[in-house]
């Protein structure tokens, strides 16, 4: 019985959380694209491709979640069924609902921005476009993490038989699913400062663009180092042969270590991008000097990531 609810439990939230990260940031856009419709009706058809192809991307995480509930409910039963067979799908869970549900509202913020930036520069509509979904793609990157993490775990867990390998599947998707929540923000809070900078001056597009480019990959970098853990958790380290209380713990907090080491570093790295985005908009002659001093920040805010990593590392191979 108890096995039966994790598992019928966790499907439910996976599609239920991720629809309503989806569903609320799908609002938002709504909102944001009708209130620029009656601020500038000549530029309506512009703002309703904007909002339709922004909420289809916003969309991707309700897919997923969905996805994943289907591949769980189609999937065969373990021939033995026991808690520790059960358990690791909590860690599926974390790793897509986390991911989901944040996306899902962030996600919305590039649209929103697009849809004001439209109602500025009306016959600039096509490359906003296309700035919106390039920014909003990348920021769907993390789901693709988590995916891979899920579909991981969920081969390995027939052949769970202790508490703390149970343990060591939760913690791969407590690390790719929280680690995943700083950048993303960082990543949104960014494409929404780019984008309106396209609104405020036009001319500044291809700088911003070249800009944007390198600062997202920065920004996500933590989403790697989270996987790297994650990968490692899920197959560098032997398997676990008995019931180990101490290592059940020291996997669990090496995910945690490095999911919420990540968080300040994604959000801090997007907001300091979205600064310089700002700047370069309204002074297009010092983008040189503007995205150097940025870049230069970001990878100094980076460096706190690998402090999580190595803790992790530690607590991994030699508590």
């Not at 600062?215 to 994650?230: D, H, Y």
């Not at 300040?264 to 310089?276: C, E, F, M, V």
Request: net charge neutral.
């Amino acid at each position: 019985m108890y096995t039966e609810f994790i598992h019928y439990t966790t499907i439910a939230l996976i599609v239920g959380v991720n629809s309503i990260g989806a569903g609320i940031g799908e609002g938002l856009s709504s909102i944001t694209a009708l209130e620029s419709i009656s601020q500038q009706p000549s530029a309506r058809a512009q703002i309703v491709r904007i909002a339709v192809l922004g909420m289809a991307l916003i969309e991707t995480a309700a897919i997923m979640g969905l996805l994943i509930s289907f591949l769980l409910l189609i999937s065969s039963e373990p021939e033995v069924k026991n808690w520790y067979t059960y358990l690791p799908e909590i860690g599926i869970g974390i790793a897509i609902c986390l991911v989901g549900f944040v996306i899902g509202i962030v996600s919305a913020w590039p649209v929103q921005a697009a849809c004001r930036a439209v109602t500025r520069q009306p016959f600039f509509s096509q490359r906003i476009l296309g700035f919106m979904v390039m920014t909003q793609a990348l920021i769907q990157t993390p789901l693709v993490a988590a995916l891979i993490v899920a579909l991981f775990i969920k081969t390995q867990t027939a052949n769970v038989s202790t508490l703390s390998d149970s343990c060591r599947l939760i913690a791969s998707g407590l690390s790719v699913g929280l680690g995943s929540i700083g950048p993303a923000i960082g990543l949104s809070l960014f494409a929404k400062a780019a984008i309106n900078g396209l609104g405020i001056n036009r001319t500044a597009y291809n700088k911003l663009l070249s800009f944007t480019l390198i600062s997202e990959a920065i920004i996500e970098t933590p989403v790697i180092f989270s996987l790297v853990i994650a990968i490692i958790l899920l197959f560098i380290i032997p398997k676990p042969q008995t019931d180990d209380s101490l290592a059940a713990i020291a996997f669990l907090t090496a995910g945690l270590c490095t999911g919420i080491g990540t968080l300040g570093p994604g959000i801090s790295s997007g907001k300091t991008a979205a600064s310089a985005c700002k700047q370069i908009a309204r002074n297009p002659e010092l983008h040189s000097t503007l995205s150097r001093l940025s870049i230069f920040a970001q990878g100094l805010i980076e460096t706190c990531v690998i402090y999580a990593i190595l803790i992790s590392l530690m607590l991994i191979f030699f508590v």
